[in-house]
């Protein structure tokens, strides 16, 4: 049962997420991605024809040699730009190996993507850097690459980004063989035991250095003193390194080129807020879980060009917050889990260019929202856990602007939810609350534009289902308050918009309920744990090609039958339980 | 069949293909030629030379011109490549913009 009761998760703000907006990719191809992780849903299409769009006959080249890649020695007849595709296409479609690579050899490639790619290792290097003053840019993460593979790399001078995050065979002697490539813009070495404040020396040549990320790098405390020659630093992402003081801020201070600072969940205190003060370009600043009070306030309150700030988790009270009410440029403002009531918001008043504002588990009640009546940009609003009612409802009715509104476990009633009714904007709602009926779900059925809709613990019955119909454009839904049947699932099935699907606790739903599903042919995820579902029912499954997750737990379902499944109509199917 | 409704494609060892202005669209390149009077001499003669392009690479990209023809219509076959032929096939295409 285990992940299919707790709700909390994914409620942390996404950094990346957030910065969307700030325009960060300088490099051509895909290089993107090592920016955001590894992504649990990776992209499918790729060359396969998809609908009635007719593929390419470039397309049906590079699938036909991908199919038969064993075939061909080389493709260095080819122009670059072709061979970049085919190379890409291996990757993504997984048929690369050590041996089809060898084909690619001084290729003129640009871009070698392989993070988290299976099987990386030494011997792949030497092909890799025979792309020489071609290759821009190169990631290895994940890899077993050593010490002397990053040697090779020596050669290809016109490299402008490197990626080696959780590359354990690195040591710190290996960085020194970046040293001479003084065009990298781009470096990034998250969680390495290789970067040390010794092993950093290795970077102070690197003068053309817009972008470093030494997240949960463990030993580099006092490098950053070796940095001072890096005056085009832009952005610097050291979140998770406890290892990090407030000296270290005394260092980052000469980077007054700073657009982009994460410390989150490391060691500073105010003192080390303190030294940040001259970083006058400074637009994104991530302190989430750090231990600070009020005097830091005063601090960031000289940092005017900021517009993305993150608090969340700092033991803040609401003392200081008056510092705050000059950051006029602030768009972004996550103050979640601090010890912050009504009285902190007052100061939040005059913040006019607010756009996303989150107090998920602050001491906020009704009184407080007023103040967030005449901040009228505000797209996003997290009030989860908080003390709100549903009369501080009316203090939002006028924010048009608004697109996603939380209010899971939070105090609100049906007859607040009329309030919301006139927020045409609005498209996503998360209603988890378990006073709330399909009373109130009935007063929102003008939100035509809605695209996510959270009733998890709502307790939504058959009849209120009916007014599901209104949102048309839904591609989450989540209602599992018990009180549903296969009736009430006849509303859901023509939302055929629908990715994301979770019906669990419903302890009456039967086969029945997926034979209506059976329509919903977008579907991604689908959840009807806690069910009368048998292995019967699994041949409805069959039309939903698009299914990566489903979850049937404490159902009539076998991990056999789900695996038959899987294997003869759900080929996209990554992840299902029971399993 | 008039003259205006197909066009001559010239392969390097001067092999002529009479295909349909219609299939040449598929091209994006021909569309432009084709579509753009005046601008290119290609589009008042109705003839193409393609000196880079061999009689058997340019005769699969006819027959893919075809193929994409019924492709879009409704009738989703198999586009048949022989290995040997794909990466000058490859290069033809991107050429061709198709």
């Given amino acids: 049962m285990g992940g299919v009761c707790s709700r909390k998760r994914g409620n942390q703000v996404n950094e990346e997420g957030v910065r969307v907006g700030v325009n960060r990719r300088y490099c051509k191809n895909g290089s993107s991605k090592w920016l955001l992780g590894t992504p649990f849903f990776r992209t499918t299409s790729g060359c396969q024809p998809e609908g009635v769009s007719c593929p390419t006959l470039m397309e049906l080249c590079i699938h036909k040699i991908c199919q038969d890649i064993d075939k061909y020695i080389s493709f260095s007849v080819l122009p670059r730009d072709i061979s970049q595709q085919i190379f890409d296409e291996l990757v993504r479609s997984h048929c690369l190996n050590d041996v089809s690579l060898e084909a690619f050899r001084e290729c003129a490639l640009e871009d070698i993507c392989l993070g988290d790619y299976p099987g990386v290792n030494d011997s792949w290097i030497d092909a890799i850097s025979s792309q020489g003053s071609s290759l821009l840019s190169v990631d290895l993460s994940g890899s077993d690459v050593t010490d002397s593979g990053l040697a090779l790399l020596k050669s290809c001078s016109n490299l402008q980004a490197l990626a080696f995050n959780y590359c354990d065979h690195i040591s710190e002697s290996g960085l020194r063989h970046l040293s001479g490539l003084a065009n990298l813009s781009s470096l990034s070495f998250k969680r390495s035991d290789a970067v040390t404040a010794d092993s950093m020396r290795a970077f102070s040549s690197l003068v053309n250095l817009h972008e470093l990320d030494l997240e949960r790098c463990s030993g580099i405390h006092g490098g950053f003193a070796h940095l001072k020659g890096l005056k085009k630093l832009k952005t610097l992402n050291i979140r998770y390194c406890k290892c990090i003081t407030d000296s270290d801020m005394e260092a980052l201070s000469e980077f007054t080129n700073l657009r982009e600072l994460q410390v989150s969940c490391s060691s500073i205190t105010d003192a080390g807020v303190a030294y940040l003060k001259g970083l006058q370009n400074l637009i994104l600043l991530n302190l989430e879980g750090c231990q600070l009070s009020a005097s830091c306030l005063d601090s960031i309150s000289a940092l005017v060009a900021l517009s993305y700030l993150n608090l969340s988790r700092c033991g803040l009270s609401d003392h200081g917050f008056d510092k705050l009410s000059g950051l006029q440029n602030l768009k972004v403002l996550n103050l979640a889990f601090n010890n912050i009531t009504d009285a902190c918001l007052i100061h939040l008043k005059g913040l006019s260019n607010l756009e996303t504002l989150n107090l998920d588990s602050c001491r906020i009640g009704d009184d407080g929202l007023a103040n967030l009546a005449g901040l009228l940009l505000l797209k996003n609003l997290e009030l989860s856990d908080t003390e709100v009612r549903s009369t501080g409802l009316r203090f939002l009715s006028g924010l048009l602007n608004l697109e996603s509104i939380n209010l899971s476990f939070t105090l609100v009633t049906d007859s607040g939810l009329k309030k919301l009714s006139g927020l045409s904007s609005l498209k996503s709602l998360n209603l988890d609350a378990r006073q709330i009926t399909d009373v109130g779900l009935a007063a929102l059925t003008s939100l035509t534009g809605l695209s996510h809709l959270d009733l998890f613990g709502a307790q939504i019955t058959d009849s209120g289902t009916q007014y599901l119909r209104c949102f048309k454009n839904l591609q989450s839904l989540e209602i599992c308050g018990g009180g549903l049947t296969d009736a009430g699932v006849k509303n859901i099935k023509d939302l055929t918009s629908l990715t994301l699907l979770n019906l669990s606790q419903n302890c009456s739903l039967t086969d029945k309920t997926l034979e209506l599903l059976s329509g919903l042919t977008a579907l991604v995820s689908l959840n009807v744990s806690n069910s009368r579902i048998t292995n019967g029912g699994l041949q409805h499954l069959k039309p939903l090609k698009n299914m990566r997750s489903l979850t049937l737990e404490s159902c009539k379902v076998t991990a056999t039958e789900i695996r038959k499944l899987q294997s003869t109509a759900l080929p996209n199917l990554v992840s299902f339980r029971p399993e | ?98």
């Fill in chain 2, 1 to 98: 069949m008039t003259k205006e409704e197909t066009v001559k494609l010239i392969s390097s060892e001067g092999f002529e293909f009479v295909i349909d202005k219609k299939a040449a669209m598929v091209s994006q390149l021909l569309r432009n030629m084709l579509s753009s009077p005046g601008s290119f001499t290609e589009t008042a003669d109705g003839v193409v030379n393609f000196p880079d392009i061999s009689t058997t690479i340019l005769e699969k990209i006819c027959q893919y011109f075809y193929w994409s023809l019924q492709f879009s219509s409704g009738k989703e076959t198999e586009f048949h490549i022989e290995p040997e032929l794909t990466l000058e096939l490859m290069m033809a295409a991107n050429y061709l913009d198709t």
